[in-house]
């Protein structure tokens, strides 16, 4: 299972709740000559609830280089 689809299935809405989140990754710009350059080299999974489309961010390169997620996911969502 990949991690998108991991955080997805543990997620619990520090909003509103919910349990359970539509998970899309995208990259972006920094600044200065990335910008410049349109360099997206900043990587992340955002976490959008189904509910009320509270969304959060995560960045794959921490989370992957985990050497153990279980317990990463422990912390993060209380599970």
């Given amino acids: 299972m990949r991690i ?10 520090p909003k ?8 899309r990754r995208f990259a972006g710009t920094g600044t200065g000559i990335t910008r410049l350059l349109d360099i997206q080299h ?3 999974i955002a976490l959008s609830c189904r509910n009320c489309g509270f969304t959060e961010l995560y960045q ?9 997620l279980g317990n990463i996911l422990d912390v993060v969502f209380g599970s």
């Fill in 4 to 13: 998108d689809e991991q955080l997805a299935s543990v997620f619990r809405c």
């Fill in 16 to 23: 509103c709740h919910h349990s359970g989140a539509v998970a």
């Fill in 42 to 44: 900043n990587k992340f």
């Fill in 60 to 68: 794959p390169d921490v989370l992957e280089g985990a050497g153990n």
